[in-house]
């Protein structure tokens, strides 16, 4: 245990009013659990740097903590070369204030890496989020010590800094995808913030031999991460075809669409790197002009984000000698939606047969112009808008049920119409509410959705019964009357206690 000096309730105040000492003794330490929590400057050298940075032990007295690394930025220091802050985990929301603050982070980082469409404008995000762009500046200058603004500007810089490092792609195409408006653009901010040329990077940087034919990155978490557990769910759910797990890795194709542009489908593959608390990604080179756009993904389905010690202190007794267990997202929100229907009242290996017909029948062939490290892959599923255009006959010959092939369709024709948004930052009680509008989705179909397309935390499934087995609560109202008030004391990470139910099934079986 931490001692009162060392403690996460010492550096993770709601207020983000970091305790000094205990900062550093979490770097004088590495510990990676407080990887991305808080970044230190370094006023003798003006370098700011992650906790677990591997360089000399700076002098307390030239230290200072900072929120964020938009924060170290606007106080005048520039990104360590040798632990490289763009690469530290995210963040997961938990108080009110807090929350609201990190989920406008999460939506400027989306929309820098080519995800959603709301970029820095600050009045749209409030929006979304329900607050006025006057609270939501005030909330998020406590919360990271910057604006919006300058925040979406570090994250620019951060993404550019990591793809001029770790790939060969040109400095224009690097410009773009990481959001400026102009390779001059990007070279004023360089020299604005950091004093030298994005092109010293590449001159730098080491990208062969493993990035020479496909691109390799490795995303940081904060362990402990269950990565055998996290591969099992999946490869219990895995379409053949689309995904699947083998040796220890996952891999699948993915249809990723950058706003306004023409989908790119190919494949990606995700390995443990547990010596570097992180996970490999592999990119086919078809990726190129939407990498970030896909790592973005990746850090949301495998929930890097997550702070395991938060969440276990939550749960309590349920997470022991479990706090790796992490909440499996999804690549695709309508993909999801379809397997959640195609699940309702059937076990998980049903619903996996069923998909497999859905895909073979309705899905699209992939031809890869670069060959993968693997030959078991090559189709994506159908889209919402070919789904779309199919009748119930169509999905009732797979073995089907008519009301589950009606519910799909309806669901595709919303999400193609834009009624239905599945996106990571979608709007959860709106979401919710035009789901269950379709006849044959209802709450449990609602949360499930909720969960796990749109990372929602909180989500606890009324009515499953795998949930209420684990609780050794009956399948009745008043059995889920019972395990609503035991998932009160969950909140607001209700989300992981079903994981953990679920799991604590799988290891009795």
């Not at 269950?436 to 499953?464: C, E, N």
Request: hydrophobic share 45%; charged share 20%; aromatic share 10%.
């Amino acid at each position: 245990m931490f001692s009162s000096r060392y403690s996460v309730a010492a550096i993770t105040e709601p207020t983000r009013e970091f305790n000094a000492e205990a900062c550093y003794q979490a770097m004088k330490a590495h510990d990676a659990r407080f990887d991305g929590r808080f970044f230190v400057g370094v006023s003798s050298t003006r370098i700011y740097c992650r906790p677990i940075c591997r360089v000399k032990l700076p002098m307390f007295k030239n230290c200072s903590f900072h929120a964020s690394a938009a924060a170290a930025e606007a106080a005048g220091f520039r990104p360590c070369l040798k632990c490289r802050p763009e690469l530290a985990p995210g963040f997961a929301a938990s108080e009110a204030s807090s929350k609201m603050a990190r989920a406008a982070a999460r939506m400027i980082e989306d929309a820098v890496s080519g995800i959603g469409r709301f970029d820095d404008d600050v009045v749209a995000i409030a929006d979304r989020i329900g607050v006025t762009d006057r609270h939501l500046r005030r909330i998020f200058q406590t919360e990271f010590g910057v604006s919006p603004v300058q925040y979406a500007q570090t994250q620019r810089l951060l993404l550019a800094k990591r793809l001029l490092t770790d790939t060969s792609l040109p400095v224009a195409d690097v410009a773009f995808a990481s959001g400026f408006s102009s390779v001059r653009r990007m070279n004023s901010l360089f020299a604005e913030r950091y004093g030298f040329a994005p092109t010293r990077l590449r001159k730098e940087a080491d990208i062969t031999p493993h990035n020479a034919k496909f691109f390799t990155f490795n995303l940081a978490y904060r362990p402990p991460y269950d990565w055998d557990w996290m591969l099992s769910f999946f490869a219990k759910r895995a379409i053949p075809g689309v995904e699947a797990v083998a040796d220890g890795v996952y891999r699948r194709i993915l249809r990723f669409e950058r706003a306004g542009d023409e989908a790119i489908t190919c494949w990606l593959q995700i390995a443990h790197a547990p010596s570097k608390h992180s996970l490999e990604v592999t990119l086919s080179p078809a990726f190129a002009p939407v990498i970030a756009g896909v790592l973005a993904h990746v850090k949301r389905v495998f929930d890097l984000h997550a702070d395991p010690t938060e969440i276990a202190i939550a749960l309590g007794k349920l997470a022991t000698h479990a706090e790796g267990v992490r909440l499996p997202g999804a690549f695709d929100g309508f993909e999801l939606a379809v397997r959640a229907v195609l699940g309702q009242q059937v076990t998980v290996k049903a619903a996996r047969t069923l998909a497999t017909r859905f895909v073979a029948a309705h899905g699209e062939a992939i031809a890869f112009d670069v060959t993968p490290p693997f030959d078991d892959l090559n189709y994506a599923f159908p889209t919402a808008q070919k789904v779309a255009m199919l009748t119930q006959d169509d999905i009732a010959k797979l073995g089907i049920v008519s009301a589950r092939a009606n519910a799909i369709i309806s669901i595709a024709q919303k999400v193609a119409a834009g009624e239905v948004d599945l996106s990571s930052n979608a709007d959860i009680e709106s979401t919710s509410a035009a789901l269950q509008s379709v006849k044959g989705i209802g709450p449990w179909t609602a949360h499930y959705i909720a969960m796990r397309a749109l990372s929602w935390p909180d989500a606890f499934p009324p009515q499953d019964v795998a949930l209420l087995n684990a609780l050794e609560l009956p399948n009745t109202a008043k059995g889920q009357r019972e395990a609503d008030v035991i998932a009160e004391a969950w909140r607001p990470w209700r989300s992981y206690a079903v994981m953990h139910l679920w799991r604590s099934l799988d290891a009795a079986n």
